[in-house]
């Protein structure tokens, strides 16, 4: 069965600055799809950035973007210019891209915080 | 992207009782997903909702206590049967369209078993 792993609970970045949150994940597949969702406050689930296991570009979407790489099975988020917005939970998602009926695999979550 | 309305947004119920949860979505899905998040936890997923069959249930839930219905392509629900405070948390709609990479997902419903 597939894991992934988010090993820092809680990160803080100040305003402007750039942050990177961690994620790892096990699987034995060769493709996959990689997902962070953030979650605000107000609990709906926002899809932040996807990339494709097939794909060696890392994929970027405005101030995100990932470091992914396949061999160390590690999928990072880096959000720059930090704003106050970003505050959220942060969750990296698994899933297979064999079979329609395949699921999310989420990780713990890390909670970031934006200072001023 | 697909926008999934769900409600009620929260509850508060009595222990024993039943609450459905309806999950609406503006196109026609391929696949609809329900999860629950138990307090400050990472999401798990419950169920698939199968269009026109039964749900096809994780490890360690089951029909009897969650029963879901998806009588078409754009609607599912999920009930909660016979509550107890532990079943306190915010569950979660989800759907995936048609060749699509990307799952979306609803605002969510927090339920409060008391």
Known sequence: AQTVTQSQPEMSVQEAETVTLSCTYDTSESDYYLFWYKQPPSRQMILVIRQEAYKQQNATENRFSVNFQKAAKSFSLKISDSQLGDAAMYFCAYRSATGTASKLTFGTGTRLQVTL | ?114
Not at chain 2, 8 to 27: A, H, K, Y
Not at chain 2, 77 to 96: F, G, K
């Open chain 2, 1 to 114: 992207s697909a926008v999934i309305s769900q409600k009620p947004s929260r509850d508060i119920c009595q222990r024993g009782t039943s609450l459905t949860i309806q999950c609406q979505v503006d196109s026609q899905v391929t696949m609809m997903f329900w999860y629950r998040q138990q307090p400050g936890q990472s999401l798990t997923l419950i169920a698939t909702a199968n269009q026109g069959s039964e749900a096809t249930y994780e490890s360690g839930f089951v029909i009897d206590k969650f029963p879901i219905s998806r009588p078409n392509l754009t609607f599912s629900t999920l009930t909660v049967s016979n509550m107890s405070p532990e079943d306190s948390s915010i569950y979660l709609c989800s759907a995936r369209g048609s060749g699509r990479t990307e799952a979306f997902f609803g605002q969510g419903t927090r339920l409060t078993v008391v």
